[in-house]
């Protein structure tokens, strides 16, 4: 199993990037997946799930209505296009599978920096 991020960097408060993450080893399309970040000196948060067919996305207060997260099963990736962008959105993001609810699988994450 692998889940790989990519799409981070360094951008300007207001700025935007757009998160993928690949997924190969597992059925992709049979999971909720997830966005879990984690800042400096800080425990993970949550950002965001989607479903298993991407009908049904949820989000952390502190992000929605900035950050959408989207998937592609024919592709198995995961996206998270994140808008607005803030300081305090500078953090190290994780995707994640859920199964039962619970995450099974981790990717390495893909860090995000938000500065002037």
């Known amino acids: 199993v692998q889940l790989v991020e990519s799409g981070g960097g360094l951008v300007q408060p207001g700025g935007s990037l757009r998160l993928s993450c690949a997924a190969s080893g597992f059925t992709f399309r049979l999971y909720y997946m997830s966005w879990v970040r984690q800042a400096p000196g800080k425990g993970p948060e949550w950002v965001s799930d989607?479903?298993?067919?991407?009908?049904?996305?949820y989000y952390a207060d502190s992000v929605k209505g900035r950050f959408t997260i989207s998937r592609d099963n024919a592709k198995n990736t995961l996206y998270l296009q994140m808008d607005s962008l803030r300081p305090e959105d500078t953090a190290l993001y994780f995707c994640a599978g859920r199964y039962n609810g619970s995450p099974v699988y981790w990717g390495q994450g893909t860090q995000v920096t938000v500065s002037s």
């Open positions: 989607i479903n298993s067919s991407g009908g049904a996305t």
